[in-house]
């Protein structure tokens, strides 16, 4: 079965800086890869998806990369506030593909410090 | 307010007791989910609907659950027979089919005491 790896359970950065977030998965690739928000106490709110042709997607301060050929996923936020402290929730959607459900990573922890 | 909403979002409850929640998605929505998440994991899928109909259950989905969505509108989940393992946040979603954002719910806790 279709697993998921994100880099690590927390990353601390500095305000300002640019956070990288990785999402890693086994077997196939799916249609299309989303990323999530999730606030503590709150269900995930989605922020972007990329379909399996598309090498980047960006919104405002987002940037999110896909690279079928190495199974993964990178997710950035540039110029990092406090705010954006959350968890973060890579997703595959392996629904129209394969028949098959959501996927979801375990989610990173991300904290900016002031 | 026109997003997901949960009912209740908390939930108390003694082993062995039978526990149901309602969601009620976004009206426009065909398709529903339900994923229950543990601390510190991403949510694990359960079920969902398409319109009334079941399309899926996890395989890992205990034979003390079952979901409903009688009129292909709001779906309730139920517990019977709760164990202290089932305590968790459940997740219920929304979407239209062909679209592929998710909407989700404030959650329901449930702790089993």
């Known amino acids: 079965s279709q697993k998921i790896e994100q880099n690590s359970e927390a990353l601390n950065i500095q305000e300002g800086k640019t956070a990288t977030l990785t999402c890693n998965y086994t077997?196939?690739?799916?249609?299309?890869l989303q990323w999530y928000r999730q606030d503590p106490g709150r269900g995930p709110v989605f922020l972007l998806l990329?379909?399996?042709?598309?090498k980047e997607k960006r919104k405002e301060r987002l940037k999110v990369t896909f690279d079928t050929t190495l199974k993964q996923s990178l997710f950035h936020i540039t110029a990092s506030q406090p705010a954006d402290s959350a968890t973060y929730l890579c997703?595959?959607?392996?629904?129209?593909?394969?028949?098959?459900?959501?996927?979801f990573g375990p989610g990173t922890r991300l904290s900016v410090l002031p | 307010d026109t997003g997901v909403s949960q009912d209740p979002r908390h939930k108390i409850t003694k082993r062995g007791q039978n526990v149901t929640f309602r969601c009620d998605p976004i009206?426009?929505?065909?398709?529903l989910y339900w994923y229950r998440q543990t601390l510190g994991q991403g949510p694990e899928f359960l079920t969902y609907?398409?319109?009334?109909?079941?399309?899926?259950k996890s395989r890992l989905l205990s034979d003390r659950f079952s979901a409903e969505r009688p009129k292909g509108s709001f779906s309730t989940l139920e517990i019977q027979r709760t164990e202290q393992g089932d305590s968790a946040m459940y997740l219920c979603?929304?979407?239209?089919?062909?679209?592929?954002?998710?909407?989700f719910g404030p959650g329901t806790r449930l702790t089993v005491l």
């Open positions: 609907f398409q319109n009334e109909a079941q399309l899926e």
């Open positions: 990329i379909r399996e042709n598309e």
């Open positions: 997703a595959l959607d392996m629904e129209d593909n394969y028949g098959q459900n959501f996927v």
């Open positions: 009206s426009e929505h065909n398709r």
């Open positions: 077997n196939y690739s799916p249609a299309y």
């Open positions: 979603a929304s979407r239209i089919a062909g679209y592929n954002e998710q909407f």
